[in-house]
């Protein structure tokens, strides 16, 4: 258990549907990130967020929406997905600080299946 | 700009050998360097931090590296392999500090043979 849960655990999803992924953070951070996991490619930076405001868009699709109401939680909103969006996407979190990098805590991700 | 890469995509080691997994780095900044590892339908976990303090960096389960800046590396070892250690293990340098950029490698997959 890492503190960062993520649900669901696996999802697939039509073309046409509109679906949310959901993160919590249990552990006090004030910086979330969604990546994405493809098969034989380097993770993916998709959006960063630090004490709720967006710092990171990766030219990342517009069908892709984050939100991220509060420090503890953060949504990726999918609508009109096409194939190549099926992978693992992993959420993380981490203290952020002027100083540093810190090290990322992530969740288990959420296994997407687009058909 | 930062990279860094996984020399090897896929290593085999039989159980109670010692275990080598190379990665090189490119980064204009003093880098903070990271391993992780991920099991099979799981998240990643960190095994271990390089920030400078010290070039030798120990971590969980028995897994060290080392920074060796005038070599570009940060390889991670372990003197005997257990089953438990089969997964896959990804490098990442930290991008200039408070930019939240982690590039990582495209993984090196641990094999163990019994």
């Known amino acids: 258990e890492t503190g960062v849960t993520q649900t669901p655990r696996h999802l697939v999803m039509g073309m046409t549907n509109k679906k949310s992924l959901k993160c919590e953070q249990h552990?006090?951070?004030?910086?979330m990130y969604w990546y994405k996991q493809s098969a034989k490619k380097p993770l993916e930076l998709m959006f960063v967020y630090s004490l709720e405001e967006r710092v990171e868009n990766n030219s990342v699709p517009s069908r892709f929406s984050p939100e991220c109401p509060n420090s503890s939680h953060l949504f990726l909103h999918l609508h009109t997905l096409q194939p190549e969006d099926s992978a693992l996407y992993l959420c993380?979190?981490?203290?952020?600080?002027?100083?540093?990098?810190?090290?990322?805590?992530f969740g288990s991700g959420t296994q997407l299946s687009v058909l | 700009a930062q990279s860094v890469t996984q020399l090897d995509s896929h290593v085999s080691v039989s159980e109670g050998t010692p275990v080598l997994l190379r990665c090189n780095y490119s980064?204009?900044?003093?880098?903070?360097l990271f391993w992780y590892v991920q099991h099979p339908n799981k998240g990643l976990q960190l095994l271990l931090k390089?920030?400078?303090?010290?070039?030798l960096v120990k971590g969980i389960n028995g897994f060290e590296a080392e920074f060796k800046k005038s070599e570009t590396s940060f390889h991670l070892t372990k003197p005997s392999a257990h089953m438990s250690d089969a997964a896959e293990y990804f490098c990442v340098v930290s991008d200039r500090p408070g930019t939240y950029k982690y590039i990582f490698g495209t993984g090196t997959r641990l094999k163990v043979l019994a």
């Open positions: 993380a979190s981490s203290q952020a600080t002027l100083g540093s990098n810190e090290k990322l805590f």
């Open positions: 980064s204009s900044y003093s880098p903070s």
């Open positions: 390089y920030t400078s303090a010290a070039t």
């Open positions: 552990l006090g951070h004030n910086a």
